[in-house]
């Protein structure tokens, strides 16, 4: 077995989950990312621990022919065997991995929607514990990223693998700037000026527990602030589809207008999954500058420097204030701007980004 | 897809399970069976059924690393989680399927008996509603087959793939006299000579709705009532090794002579599961007659016609009769003995099979 595949497991049991003796842990995996199911089987077992290896609901092409064939309206209720499962386990492993980031292409939008409104309450109970997100380097995903196999391989071993406690250090200087700040100001050449209060809300340092890799530090607006437009750079995968060049415009908190250059129908599609999906869940800064190109894939593209993220839907309850309203929604979609050049975030009226650089790192120049 | 992958989950759903709309069914199968597993996601969605997909608890390489890594006696109880599935589903479909049917060879037998014991309360909750055991065609089983891949497909499909109905009625012959019996006698060459009652005991049609391929009737011994000798000419698979050469001689049911001719030290563990792996929970008659070869796999071997079966270890409850006692154990070992030759089965002092060929068949001479 290649060591690095080791080197993940041991990564995701050991940091991600600490996993204790007795814990019952799901490992949510498609068949490409066996590798690693097998090695987390051997680290579980090390702690002597029990796993539960369940197939991946979303994407592959076992969802794809149930969900062609299902009356969207068939389950009124989540099917209770999910149920049973999210409420006896300790702690969760959810694995990506494809052969083809378009299999769920040609199922409808509705029956997608239907299923995913089945799974909310599984994954509200299942995020209340402890859980972690990552990524096997399967060939569809390396396709999407336009980069060999191997070369991929490579990418995101990188990103997994590294000192955590050393990214933790870098990234506390923003949260302590986030949990003291009030008003949030970002601009992007023309196309992007926004402006939202986190008046409240909790500043999150991502150091690759809940998400591997992480690099981030994310926090949730106060819902009705998000006022003005933005511009996402990069495409957004929804249900199969890219969704290329997305402009949205709030005021008071909700999308107002949007646009797309490329899949517009699907974009209309995903701010009607319910109401909340118009809403501001997340606001994140990506940190992780091992993360050096976009590969088309959130759970990197949000992570990389030189980046900030907004994501319709839902907003974490470690972000929400006590006394603060949390958005609950069936979407979760984080889109990306590009802040590299000719842009700035201002924090209660001070620049403490310029062009990707934070005010605490080197070559910040704030006159420049 | 192979179209007669489509028609191998059609069969499953349709006429092993009879799925129900809202059913909640579980499917475990191991990576190597991913075509059936999608093609039963579509027969499922067309129930408009809920499918869940869980890895393999036996054999493979997740198995073999968790195994080899945890302490034997880390779980004195079942994992909860696996006690809710089992509770939660309507029906279950086991599939098997591997690149390597011994890859499980270099665990040791005390970790799989310990992680054996704590299925013993699922596999028995599962079996008190809707399942099913079947095989995909993968290159493993292909190689202890002694065929090729392509070979051993269509070997597999032939034997599923068929006329269920007409099945039923040609074994209903043998569930007669089976049911109105009392002792039995079975004696092959100079090697086996053995006898037991099946008084008050039942037996069942498998019409390929539990096992699929189906194609035996089987019942159950009378506990104490087992004596004799029996050489088993097939060899036996368990945990990951081959015992050949089985001989055990029974003296009021129990095992009192073992001896095996490779790895007879398998075999004692193999007894030593606990105290009911010594007795025999089930007496059955291979039946199905396109199963024309041996492959060293029991889910086919047992149902060739010309063979009978004993298993050591459990009973299924539906062959034991309401007064009479249901052997319980964590194994259930079955092991065939070739009936082809110099052979004959009587029942109550009747010749009821001859060299492999019933009374109710056309080629049966009592005088031969």
Redesign the interface.
Known sequence: MDPRVDEHARTIVEHCLDVQ??D?V?IAAP?EA?DL???L??????R?A??????RFQGG???R???????PD??EHT????E??A???DCSIAIQATSNTHEVGDVSPGAQAAFQRLFEPVRDAIMEKRWVGTQYPASGNAQAAEMSTEAYADFVYDAVNKDWAAQREFQENLVEILDDASQIHIVSGDTTDVSMSVDGMHAVNDDGTVNLPGGEVFTAPVVDSVTGEVYFDMPVMWRGAEIEGVRLVFEDGEVVEHAAEKNEDMLTGMLDVDEQATRVGELGFGMNRDITQFTNNMLFDEKMGDTIHLALGHAYEETVGADREQNKSALHMDMIVDMSEDSYVEVDGEVIQRNGTFVFEDGFDEQA
Chains 1, 2 share one sequence.
């Open positions: 003796a007795g019952e799901v068949p066996q199911v097998v090695a089987h051997e680290h579980l077992g090390k002597d029990f796993p539960f290896h369940i197939g092409p076992a969802n022919a149930f969900l062609r064939r299902l009356d068939a389950f099917p209770g065997v999910l049973a499962v409420d006896e386990v």
